[in-house]
């Protein structure tokens, strides 16, 4: 029972006092990819994505998915960590078609750090954190509509603590994700 009260207090206490950002930015929209895609471009050690659906358009060159997957494949080689966890979905096969396809691609580019959450979990977070320090989250997908003809908002956040959280929930989901290709049906 003593534990349940702290950890109460603990969490009532963050909620109260919040956390500190050092910037919030909103994005919306086509702001989001191009704004992403420079926080990529500066990233310095490491790269971690929790992504529900990306897809890759190969009918689509030069679009913003292949100029998302070039960043991330450059600073790849560079040096810089780049991790991603993408959903599979025992219910909604074509989540998981396109991320397999987009882990193929990724794989071409020669990221090879690509993971897959539990079949039967769907993680459905739009997560992205660079060098612990910015944490873009919101509802963008990594999709031809979501990054092109929808309307989304995502909120950049510059805050060390904000990124530590999201890092922990990034190890959490790591820790039960697997670099096996699912099979699709």
Known sequence: MKR????FIVIVA???VGLPADEVEVTFNRDYVRRLIEE?????????VIMF??????????????????????INRQGVEVKLILDQSDWNPSVTRKNVQVAKHLHELGITEVYFDPPDVTTHCKVVIIDGK???VGSHN?????????????????SREVATMFEQYFDQLLRVSTKTLPTVR
């Open 142 to 158: 990594w999709t031809y509509y979501a990054l092109q003809r929808n309307n989304e908002a995502t909120v950049m956040i510059v």
């Open 40 to 48: 990529v471009y500066n990233a310095d050690s490491v790269v971690h």
């Open 134 to 136: 910015i944490v873009f």
């Open 4 to 7: 349940i009260f702290v950890a």
């Open 53 to 74: 659906s990306a897809g890759y358009y190969p009918q689509y060159p030069r679009g913003m998915n292949d100029s998302l997957y070039d960043a991330l494949a450059y």
């Open 14 to 16: 963050s909620v109260a």
